[in-house]
């Protein structure tokens, strides 16, 4: 597959029936084993030699130590990506190695494999559908909701949109204890494959508390984890949690617009787009789930529908954190500060709650990342 440069902006909307799109996507669903074979090679092997650096670096400074591990981090949301790109079957053609290389990436991220490729789906399924929230999604209220809801709910909501809870807390939550548990919903093969992953982690963790030492392995891996988690988790919320997002109720709701206009085309350096393995280009990823990453800029690149995709920087994207509701009458998340301005003097009651996001810091986190 030929990259080609990114043509320039248009201010046009995207417009492309079904038929139309899927076309233009086709070329670049082929999975290629140069270089999935590749991006393996180059993600796995130095993950490996990060580790050696940080139990080396134990005995000269834990600060060095989380240097290594920062790095480790990224690399292991480039490794998310592959376990991501296996679940929706893009990575390789081979179903079969699909799936040894997603049991194998999950493992070194604590997700278990089926069970996160059934919840993931959902999510694509319903991604921007307000009628159907609640799968693989960041818990996400509209204004209507928030004010009709009791005073413990609304402290709640507040407490999980909190940055700190969302990026510290949550990375560490989710990975090593959400994931150990599967969802009421889940059925047959999914719901086992949280039970085979937990006990895979489990001989993962004695090998390697053998080979470290089960202080060293804790002190390196709970920093690799934390630094992935909040990468990840962060990618995932810039997805889909912009100012101008779509949101649709299912009467309403459009596959193709939800894909272009609902998630977003996070336009990252160079360096930060490898480690990220392409995922920034999600709207292209939404629109076609089954082209693997080491495609999505091509796609993106190959076509005018996607140039009126308005790119999100990494310094706008920063802006994101403070959203916190979704406004059906102005069709856009705002944040607690907007809410007050509009709403605050409707209900007076409702304005001095207590507020622990409520914090001058930049802004439930899913089941998953991307």
Request: hydrophobic share 45%; charged share 15%; glycine share 6%.
């Amino acid at each position: 597959m030929t990259t080609t440069s990114a043509p320039e902006m248009t201010s046009a909307k995207p417009q492309a029936t079904i038929s139309e799109w899927k076309k233009i996507v086709a070329p670049f669903q082929v999975p290629s084993i140069p270089r999935a074979t590749w991006q393996i090679v180059n993600t796995f092997i130095p993950y490996a030699l990060l580790w050696y650096a940080m139990y080396w670096s134990l005995a000269v400074s834990y600060w060095l130590t989380l240097g290594f591990a920062a790095i480790a981090g990224l690399l292991l949301v480039r490794v998310f990506i592959m376990f991501h790109d296996c679940g929706h079957g893009s990575y390789f053609k081979s179903k079969r190695a699909n799936s040894i290389l997603g049991f194998i990436s999950g493992m070194l991220t604590f997700t278990p494999y089926l069970h996160w490729t059934w919840q993931h789906s959902v999510h694509h399924q319903t991604s921007g559908d307000l009628s159907r929230r609640g799968d693989g999604d960041i818990w996400t209220m509209t204004v209507k909701e928030y004010e009709e809801a009791t005073p413990k709910m609304r402290f709640f909501y507040r407490l999980v949109r909190n940055p700190i809870t969302l990026f510290i807390v949550g990375p560490l939550f989710l990975f090593l204890i959400h994931q150990r548990f599967p969802s009421p919903r889940a059925k047959g093969k999914d719901r086992a494959s949280v039970m085979v992953m937990n006990v895979a982690l489990l001989l993962m963790i004695i090998g390697l508390s053998w080979l470290f030492g089960f202080k060293n392995y804790v002190l390196m891996q709970l920093p690799v984890t934390m630094f992935a988690g909040m990468a990840g988790i962060w990618m995932f919320y810039v997805q889909h949690q912009y100012e101008d997002v779509y949101w649709e109720h299912r009467d309403d709701w459009d596959y193709t617009t939800a894909a272009l206009e609902g998630s977003s085309f996070y336009k990252l350096p160079k360096i930060l787009q490898w480690f990220t393995g392409n995922i920034g280009f999600h709207h292209v990823h939404h629109l076609s789930s089954r082209i693997p990453n080491y495609y999505l800029e091509s796609c993106h690149n190959s076509h005018p529908m996607f140039h009126s995709v308005k790119p999100l920087t990494f310094w706008s994207s920063l802006k994101c954190i403070n959203l916190r509701l979704w406004d059906e009458s102005d069709r856009k998340l705002i944040s607690w500060k907007e809410y007050r301005q509009r709403y605050a003097q409707k209900a007076p009651a409702k304005a001095a709650e207590l507020d622990p996001a409520d914090m001058p810091v930049p802004d439930r986190s899913g089941s998953g990342m991307s």
